[in-house]
T-cell receptor, first 116, second 113 residues
Framework: DVKVTQSSRYLVKRTGEKVFLECVQDMDHENMFWYRQDPGLGLRLIYFSYDVKMKEKGDIPEGYSVSREKKERFSLILESASTNQTSMYLC???????????????FGPGTRLTVL | KNQVEQNPQSLIILEGKNCTLQ??????????LRWYKQDTGRGPVSLTI?????NTKSNGRYTATLDADTKQSSLHITASQLSDSASYIC????????????FGTGTRLQVFP
């Protein structure tokens, strides 16, 4: 079974803090993704990576950065957290090579981040 | 505009009953359509993936249909169980130069005993 794990289920941070969200997958998948999910808006893609050290902006990259130093690990960084970044953050991975998104995505359990 | 709309937004049914969730999309060019189930506090889990040429696909008590002409999909749940209580998300993949996943906002299903 594919397993995607996220470092925290719940996180509370203060405005202005630097926040790291970690995601690890154990199936040697090429692609990894970070989404945020807000009520009434569905999932929105923040960033994705199709290879180590490669990253592509998604639909809402502002205020976020990412890092992929190893194939199995993809980190989402909030350089200076703000209250409008309070959300559920979901990590996903998929096998497809070549940067396509046609393969099934497997999701982690999510991190509920609250910024006070 | 590439959009995925789901209805109803929420649905309450009694255990053992059947139900159908709808997904309408305006995404073009279409590649494939997926239904995900998301339990409260969990990440989405794939139920079905359908390509342009497929019009029905089943996964246990879940049956998805696709009408590519009318750009509509439905997810039918047979003999509902309490464990079916979840959000069901329709996702359409657009393939044009680069692929893009377009998510619906989901239908929240509650099954009561």
């Amino acid at each position: 079974d594919v397993k995607v794990t996220q470092s925290s289920r719940y996180l509370v941070k203060r405005t202005g803090e630097k926040v790291f969200l970690e995601c690890v997958q154990d199936m040697d998948h090429e692609n990894m993704f970070w989404y945020r999910q807000d009520p009434g808006l569905g999932l929105r893609l923040i960033y994705f990576s199709y290879d180590v050290k490669m990253k592509e902006k998604g639909d809402i990259p502002e205020g976020y950065s990412v890092s992929r130093e190893k194939k199995e690990r993809f980190s989402l960084i909030l350089e200076s957290a703000s209250t409008n970044q309070t959300s559920m953050y979901l990590c996903a991975s998929s096998l497809e090579e070549g940067g396509t998104l046609l393969d099934e995505q497997f999701f982690g359990p999510g991190t509920r981040l609250t910024v006070l | 505009k590439n959009q995925v709309e789901q209805n109803p937004q929420s649905l309450i049914i009694l255990e053992g009953k059947n139900c159908t969730l709808q997904c309408n999309y305006t995404v073009s060019p279409f590649s494939n359509l997926r239904w995900y189930k998301q339990d409260t506090g969990r990440g989405p889990v794939s139920l079905t993936i359908m390509t342009f040429s497929e019009n029905t696909k089943s996964n246990g008590r879940y049956t998805a249909t696709l009408d590519a002409d009318t750009k509509q999909s439905s997810l039918h749940i047979t003999a509902s169980q309490l464990s079916d209580s979840a959000s069901y998300i329709c996702v359409v993949i657009r393939s044009y130069n680069t692929d893009k996943l377009i998510f619906g906002t989901g239908t929240r299903l509650q099954v009561f005993p």
